[in-house]
C-alpha cells in the first residue's frame, strides 16, 4: 500500500501522480482536497501514522520543497523520510536508509521528474547483503525517544 498526502502547494503534484498510479500501485489519498492553504504538518503526521499502522507500506509526501513535509514527518518515532529531487537519492534512501516515505517538492520537481523518483523509489529494496545499512539504521533509531 502506498499512503499519499500532500499540502496545497503539492496538491496539483499528488493529483497528477495518483493518475499516473491509477491501476499500477495500490493507493489511499490522504489529502489534502484541494489548493486552499493549509498546514503540511498535519498532513505528514497523518501519512507517518498511516504508514507506522500498515507494516509493509509506504508513503509519499508532497509540498513546494519536499523539505517541510520530511521534517515534520521524522518526528515520529519509526518514520524514515527523505526528501529528494533525483531519482538516484530515491533509490539509495530505500536501499541504504530502508526509507518508509518519499518526500518530492512541486517546485522542485515537474510530474516526469517527480514519477522517475517514485519509480525509483519504490523498485528499490533495503540492501540487506550488507551490515552496514542495518548498523547504521539502528544508530539512528538508538536516537529516537
Request: glycine residues 6%; neutral net charge; charged residues 25%.
Amino acid at each position: 500500500m502506498l499512503f499519499i498526502a500532500s499540502d496545497h502547494a503539492g496538491f496539483e503534484l499528488k493529483a497528477a501522480m495518483l493518475k499516473e498510479l491509477k491501476g499500477k500501485t495500490e493507493t489511499e489519498d490522504l489529502g489534502t482536497d484541494s489548493l486552499e492553504s493549509c498546514d503540511y504538518p498535519l498532513f505528514a503526521k497523518k501519512l507517518a501514522d498511516k504508514v507506522l499502522a500498515n507494516s509493509g507500506s509506504l508513503g509519499l509526501l508532497m509540498c513546494g520543497t519536499g523539505i517541510g513535509m520530511s521534517i515534520a514527518a521524522n518526528k515520529l518515532k519509526g518514520i524514515r523520510a527523505a526528501a529528494v529531487s533525483d531519482n538516484v537519492s530515491a533509490q539509495f534512501a530505500r536501499e541504504h536508509n530502508n526509507a518508509n516515505v518519499l518526500c518530492l517538492g512541486s517546485r522542485v520537481l515537474n510530474v516526469k521528474q517527480a514519477l522517475e523518483c517514485l519509480n525509483a523509489f519504490l523498485n528499490a529494496k533495503f540492501d540487506t547483503t550488507s551490515p552496514r545499512h542495518q548498523r547504521r539504521i539502528d544508530e539512528i533509531t538508538s536516537f529516537e525517544k
